[in-house]
């Protein structure tokens, strides 16, 4: 799969072209170790050290490396990426086996699930604002959580999707995406449990 | 949108009842259920062969081991 | 897929993402001062780490070797290898990672560099390590890809 997609650059102000796809490869994970880590770390150690700094701290939640390689080669497993200049901009892995909805009038139903999502630390303000830089591009993130979903209804879950949102983005997915916060999951450090069913998906992604 | 191939497929009626079951209480098509299925298979598969068990825990706490493969 | 084609829906989107940390399972955010110190010496280059400990428990499972034996072979202390094993960042000794590489015929300074005793700046060694890493696991009987990944990490290492 590869779509020619709109994301926004901040340099001009325009909506440029970028593309998504699915043919994700190990080099596309070691561009984010090798390029993208680097610019996050000095970009805490700024943030870190910043006297009038009030934001979160962003913290790297240990990558696992483990048989990363298998991964790509399992049908269950979808990973896909933002290109945009010649450059990766942003990756997401989904799963659509293993788990599945909790809300209780879809309890049981097959759902996608983000298991990770991640723009180009160049593309995050809260990042490039430390280092005196400016954000390259918009609206990455929000392009591969809306692949995500058009991934659900290709797959004939209707849209449904769930994943477990990271405490700084619990107000991103439930207010603004409109997701419904399910509880706490004791299994996955307590992070909060957030849920679309086929109308919520629906509205995000006629904008309603 | 990667291509797909067609394949028949010969089930009992007993087979072909559960597949329509499954269908409806999962509200999936009898071809995404299958192809669930065979993802399942797949991870299940692999992992077993890396020597790992699979296993099913029930309310109480026992677990029992499921043999596959 | 039939992906969203209205300026305002993008122009909205990105405004909301803006607004907040909205990755799942990389950037994490917390409001913890504690680890601000963890963050501040946090290594630049984790994979590299990760490469030597999955390096050294390859080729230890390679030879069929239990810790205990291979500790007695290269005459290190059992539970600095046992913690070299289970935590990434436990930094070990200069002269552990150099018994431990003689013991199992490994480049010296390659191991140093990758346990973060040694610190050079090689782009191909990092990619090399990453390679590595996720193409093997940590436990279990070695496996076919696992050894083709071993053979050829442990060439790239003597070849630089």
Known sequence: MRETIQILDCHSGQAVAAEIFDEITLEHFIETQAIWRPVVLDAVRALAKSPNQTTLIPRHFHWDWTRKEAELKMLALKFFGLSCDGRLQGIMKVDTVVRSCRLPEQQGKPLVYIDYIETAPWNIKQLMEPLGKRQQYRGVGSRLFEAAVLQSEEEDFKGRLGLHSLPGAETFYIKECGMTPVGRDPHKQNLLWCEFTPEQARRYLAGD | MNPKRTMTLNLTDQEMSVLEELSIQKDLSKTALLRQALRLYQIVDARISRGEKFFFEDPDKQKAELMVL | ?160
């Open chain 3, 1 to 160: 897929m039939k992906f969203n084609t209205d300026r305002k829906w993008l122009e909205r989107r990105a405004e909301q993402e803006d607004r907040h940390f909205i990755s799942v399972g990389g950037l994490i955010s917390t409001l913890d001062p504690t680890c601000q110190a963890e963050i501040v010496n946090m290594p630049t280059v984790e994979t590299t780490k990760t490469a030597f400990v999955r390096l050294l428990q390859l080729t230890r499972r390679e030879r069929r070797l239990s810790s205990e034996k291979l500790a007695e072979i290269a005459d290190v202390d059992l539970a600095e290898l046992l913690k070299i094993e289970m935590d990434e960042t436990f930094t070990p000794g200069l002269r552990t990672v150099h018994q431990l590489a003689v013991a199992l015929n490994l480049p010296v300074k390659k191991m140093m560099v990758l346990a973060g005793l040694l610190q050079i700046k090689d782009p191909h060694l990092q990619q090399a390590s990453v390679r590595f890493a996720a193409r093997s696991e940590p436990v279990g009987s070695v496996s076919p890809e696992e050894h083709a990944a071993l053979e050829e990490y442990v060439k790239f290492l003597n070849e630089r």
